[in-house]
């Protein structure tokens, strides 16, 4: 009983935790997949993880971006495109003019389909694979920021 006190504390004071190679794996083969309907995703690494959810920073290719979206680069951009690389953001494509043409609402909807299929794709890999809380809950991904290169 000690044990599992320990380890429920524990859990609750140090929500920060090292993934295994296995569920990198997951992720990987997750980000491999999520690949084949939006070609522009490139990689991936995580920020933080906690005992509900795993934030993720992923990596997208601009050119690749640009032809998904049907969209050119803001003119900030194109007049200093080294800027592009400098910082995260909340949307894959927030440095496309796409972006100035779309209300917030419509936004956060397109970023919730992209997190919410990779969260489809996530929950079909094998169960080894997938990182599960104490209460026997898979543990979600969620695309905390975008960065390009």
Request: charged content about 35%.
């Amino acid at each position: 009983m000690k044990q599992l006190i320990r380890k429920i504390l524990k859990e609750e004071t140090d929500p920060e935790i090292e993934l295994t190679d296995l569920e990198k794996k997951g992720v990987d083969l997750v980000i491999k997949i999520l690949k084949r309907n939006y070609p522009f995703v490139d990689g991936w690494k995580t920020t933080y993880k906690d005992r509900f959810e795993l934030d993720l920073i992923i990596t997208c290719d601009v050119k690749k971006l640009c032809e998904y979206y049907n969209s050119d680069l803001k003119d900030y951009f194109k007049r200093n495109p080294q800027e592009i690389y400098k910082k995260d953001y909340p949307y894959p494509f927030s440095v496309l003019k796409l972006s100035n043409d779309i209300d917030s609402d419509e936004k956060w909807a397109l970023y919730k389909v992209f997190n919410d299929h990779m969260n489809e794709i996530y929950g079909f890999i094998p169960d080894e694979m997938k990182m599960i809380n104490m209460y026997d809950d898979i543990i979600k991904l969620d695309a905390e920021y975008f960065t390009f290169k």
